[in-house]
């Protein structure tokens, strides 16, 4: 029998004589070491896929299933054609197989014999005499590998590949960063990279929160465009791509390469957080003096204030950059964001009923978060507070998104800070924002 050779496993071939099985899985039956008696038989072969993705008897055992049968007449004399031991096709040689594939030969037909090959890995015989090896039963040791089949007077060689592809991920910058974890405020863009070190195209893949795995090809436009994750996705011919709930997300990320071995998977993690809301008030450049924030949304855009900063109820303050040369006192806002900024004095938000986020900003103050009763959890993330932080009141209890603070916290954002036995040793916290990026770096955070 010539079976057909699926590279991820072998097919099944058993024989039977006259309706009782043979033992044994083997592709030939010499029909010497039968010992049949005189008259004539009948020898049925019967190949089977059993392969996992199959789990229904019904089909595998018709659609998945083959049956040849032969007549045996012990009277008839069989004059064996002149065919030497040899090999006539195998698994193709001109690259490298995976280190968990199934490698073929497929050897001549002689009537008087059955040829036997011959396996070698790196040299050393292996115990494999018939014409598949699984590599998957093996132990590899990292690195490449050459294995050779050889019968008769014929051999073929391969590289076996078990070096794993590289896998990378950039992201576009983000509101701040510490290691993998990532936190945002809007759209973000990632773009998987890698390589390995045989020829020919690495397939990289992703997935979110455990979900399946996703071949990334680039964005849908264009091959050359990284991918888009929004809170609402975006829609490309009638179909929604990149769509990211708001809150925490685990990414898995890993490459499959030429060989078929797939890569270890890594992860990082990514929490994305509300945008602040549309301005309605801009301020830029430097202003002398107190600001009071009466109504509206006022955004301070890279600003410098020379003074203090009051918001009154149902008004909405966003920082952006720049910084605050006095304190900021908050009382029943609307929204309070505090974004990679920098606060020359104390810091007190009480009452907020939207949303209150203080992100990658450096208070120097004290800052005192109480009876905020948010829409989401209020979030200090990546920020260093030189003076302490008390929240206490605060519904739902605040977060820090998965990046933690440079800060003493007390009451409900007493967890809010690096791990404590690091900060007993003395080591610093450091989260990434954008005033740490180089400035040629800024539209990617390399890992």
Same mark, same amino acid.
């Given at each position: 029998?010539?079976?057909?050779?699926?590279?991820?496993?072998?097919?099944?071939?058993?024989?039977?004589?006259?309706?009782?099985?043979? *033992?044994?899985?083997?592709?030939?039956?010499?029909?010497?070491?039968?010992?049949?008696?005189?008259? %004539?038989?009948?020898?049925?072969?019967?190949?089977?896929?059993? &392969?996992?993705?199959?789990?229904?008897?019904?089909?595998?055992?018709?659609?998945?299933?083959?049956?040849?049968?032969?007549?045996?007449?012990?009277?008839?004399? %069989?004059?064996?054609?002149?065919?030497?031991?040899?090999?006539?096709?195998?698994?193709?040689?001109?690259?490298?197989?995976?280190?968990?594939?199934?490698?073929?030969?497929?050897?001549?037909?002689?009537?008087? &014999?059955?040829?036997?090959?011959?396996?070698?890995?790196?040299?050393?015989?292996?115990?494999?005499?018939?014409?598949?090896?699984?590599?998957?039963?093996?132990?590899?040791?990292?690195? =490449?590998?050459?294995?050779?089949?050889?019968?008769?007077?014929?051999?073929?060689?391969?590289?076996?590949?078990?070096?794993?592809?590289?896998?990378?991920?950039?992201?576009?910058?983000?509101?701040?960063?510490?290691?993998?974890?990532?936190?945002?405020?809007?759209?973000?863009?990632?773009?998987?990279?890698?390589?390995?070190?045989?020829?020919?195209?690495?397939?990289?893949?992703?997935?979110?929160?455990?979900?399946?795995?996703?071949?990334?090809?680039?964005?849908?436009?264009?091959?050359?465009?990284?991918?888009?994750?929004?809170?609402?996705? %975006?829609?490309?011919?009638?179909?929604?791509?990149?769509?990211?709930?708001?809150?925490?997300?685990?990414?898995?990320?890993?490459?499959?390469?030429?060989?078929?071995?797939?890569?270890?998977?890594?992860?990082?993690?990514?929490?994305?957080?509300? *945008?602040?809301?549309? #301005?309605?008030?801009?301020?830029?450049?430097?202003?002398?003096?107190?600001?009071?924030?009466?109504?509206?949304?006022? #955004?301070?855009?890279?600003?410098?204030?020379?003074?203090?900063?009051?918001?009154? *109820?149902?008004?909405?303050?966003?920082?952006?950059?720049?910084?605050?040369?006095?304190?900021?006192?908050?009382?029943?806002?609307?929204?309070?964001?505090?974004?990679?900024?920098?606060? =020359?004095?104390?810091?007190?938000?009480?009452?907020?009923?939207?949303?209150?986020?203080?992100?990658?900003?450096?208070?120097?103050?004290?800052?005192?978060?109480?009876?905020?009763?948010?829409?989401?959890?209020?979030?200090?993330?990546?920020?260093?507070?030189?003076?302490?932080?008390? #929240?206490?009141?605060?519904?739902?209890?605040?977060?820090?998104?998965?990046?933690?603070?440079?800060?003493?916290?007390?009451?409900? #954002?007493?967890?809010?800070?690096?791990?404590?036995?690091?900060?007993?040793?003395?080591?610093?916290?450091?989260?990434?924002?954008?005033?740490?990026? *180089?400035?040629?770096?800024?539209?990617?955070?390399?890992?």
């Amino acid at each position: 029998m010539e079976p057909l050779h699926p590279n991820s496993h072998s097919l099944t071939t058993t024989w039977s004589v006259d309706g009782v099985d043979l *033992p044994g899985d083997r592709t030939a039956l010499d029909l010497r070491t039968l010992d049949l008696p005189p008259g %004539t038989h009948t020898v049925k072969a019967t190949v089977v896929d059993p &392969g996992e993705f199959v789990r229904d008897p019904a089909i595998r055992s018709g659609a998945l299933t083959a049956t040849r049968t032969w007549t045996v007449d012990t009277t008839v004399t %069989t004059v064996p054609a002149e065919v030497g031991a040899g090999l006539l096709s195998s698994t193709p040689t001109g690259q490298a197989v995976g280190r968990d594939e199934v490698v073929y030969v497929e050897t001549t037909h002689p009537d008087d &014999g059955v040829p036997a090959v011959t396996w070698t890995l790196d040299g050393k015989r292996l115990d494999d005499t018939d014409g598949d090896l699984d590599l998957g039963r093996l132990t590899l040791a990292p690195g =490449n590998h050459t294995l050779t089949a050889s019968s008769g007077g014929d051999s073929r060689s391969w590289t076996v590949d078990n070096t794993p592809p590289a896998t990378g991920y950039e992201l576009s910058e983000p509101l701040v960063a510490s290691g993998d974890a990532h936190v945002y405020n809007g759209p973000f863009t990632m773009r998987l990279t890698g390589g390995d070190d045989q020829d020919g195209y690495v397939v990289h893949e992703s997935r979110v929160d455990g979900d399946g795995w996703f071949n990334y090809f680039g964005w849908p436009t264009s091959a050359d465009l990284p991918w888009t994750f929004s809170e609402s996705g %975006t829609v490309i011919d009638s179909l929604t791509f990149g769509k990211l709930p708001r809150g925490r997300h685990t990414v898995e990320y890993r490459s499959i390469d030429p060989s078929g071995n797939h890569g270890t998977a890594r992860h990082f993690t990514v929490t994305t957080l509300a *945008p602040p809301p549309a #301005c309605t008030t801009t301020i830029t450049g430097t202003r002398n003096g107190t600001l009071a924030v009466r109504s509206g949304v006022t #955004c301070l855009d890279d600003a410098r204030i020379n003074g203090g900063v009051t918001v009154g *109820p149902g008004a909405s303050l966003v920082v952006n950059g720049g910084g605050v040369n006095g304190a900021i006192t908050s009382s029943a806002a609307a929204e309070v964001h505090l974004l990679r900024t920098e606060v =020359n004095g104390a810091v007190v938000v009480s009452g907020t009923t939207r949303r209150l986020i203080v992100a990658g900003s450096e208070l120097r103050g004290a800052a005192v978060l109480t009876g905020n009763t948010t829409a989401d959890a209020p979030v200090v993330t990546g920020s260093r507070i030189r003076g302490a932080l008390s #929240c206490s009141g605060n519904t739902p209890a605040p977060s820090d998104a998965g990046v933690a603070n440079q800060v003493t916290g007390s009451g409900q #954002c007493a967890g809010l800070v690096a791990d404590p036995r690091a900060k007993a040793r003395g080591e610093s916290y450091e989260a990434v924002t954008s005033s740490d990026v *180089p400035e040629k770096g800024r539209d990617s955070h390399h890992h």
